[in-house]
């Protein structure tokens, strides 16, 4: 009796830890080539309203079932890039780049009237998202990295929202002034101490002197003739 107490004991206690281990694989395991995802890009919660225009969406990494991990897809093979280093925090900028400088096409996201765009049916991995044309009124977006599936609150999801953030466009003003159509006037120079009164008196005083040298001339020679 008592050997099939104990034999009931551990048949449950098996049972129990079984089931943690399955509860617990399941939280972090899933199978890529049997799961698709999502993405849904609401913009219109942004200061500005979008109407129209687009984004480019890659695939950087994608799923691998064998190594339970990402792996580089092979157009960001030469990015610069590992998969471990797919979120550093300058990862998109330099993802966004090689993109640009590759040319590399992506997947074009249509944003509809009300500031939404989704994208359906995409394979487990890593995408990056950039934009080359701003939307009217404001400033372009900034390249970011979307994981499928994303991980909240320890559950995965594969239908993923984001909202990117939108800034206005900061007008810049590049406008010249006119030129004035015054002709600018010198300032008053300063006085330099000069003044007029002596040209007068030097007048006055060069002409005694020239009638007293011929008076003084008129009388040498009248001495000269008497003598």
Excluded at 38 to 52: K, T
């Amino acid at each position: 009796m008592l050997r099939k107490t104990l034999c009931r004991i551990l048949c449950c206690i098996a049972i129990l830890c079984l089931t943690a281990t399955s509860v617990f694989a399941s939280g972090w395991w899933f199978n890529g080539s049997d799961q698709l995802g999502s993405i849904r890009f609401d913009f219109s919660e942004g200061p500005v309203p979008v109407h129209g225009g687009s984004l480019e969406l890659y695939q950087v990494a994608r799923w691998n079932d064998e190594i339970k991990g990402l792996e580089l897809c092979e157009a960001f093979a030469g990015a610069g890039v590992s998969a471990e280093e797919l979120f550093a925090e300058d990862a998109a900028t330099k993802l966004s780049a090689y993109a640009m400088l590759q040319e590399l096409e992506g997947r074009e996201v249509e944003i509809d009237e009300n500031g939404v765009g989704r994208v359906e049916e995409l394979p487990l991995g890593v995408y990056l998202t950039r934009q080359e044309h701003a939307f009217p009124g404001c400033e372009p977006i900034l390249p970011a990295l979307i994981s499928i599936p994303m991980e909240v609150e320890h559950s995965w999801i594969f239908d993923v929202e984001a909202a990117p953030k939108l800034e206005p466009l900061i007008p810049v003003t590049s406008e010249v002034p006119p030129p004035s159509s015054t002709v600018p006037v010198p300032p008053d120079l300063p006085p330099t101490g000069q003044v007029n009164w002596p040209i007068p008196l030097l007048i006055v005083v060069g002409s005694f002197l020239i009638l007293l040298g011929l008076c003084l001339r008129k009388e040498r020679k009248s001495h000269e003739n008497e003598a």
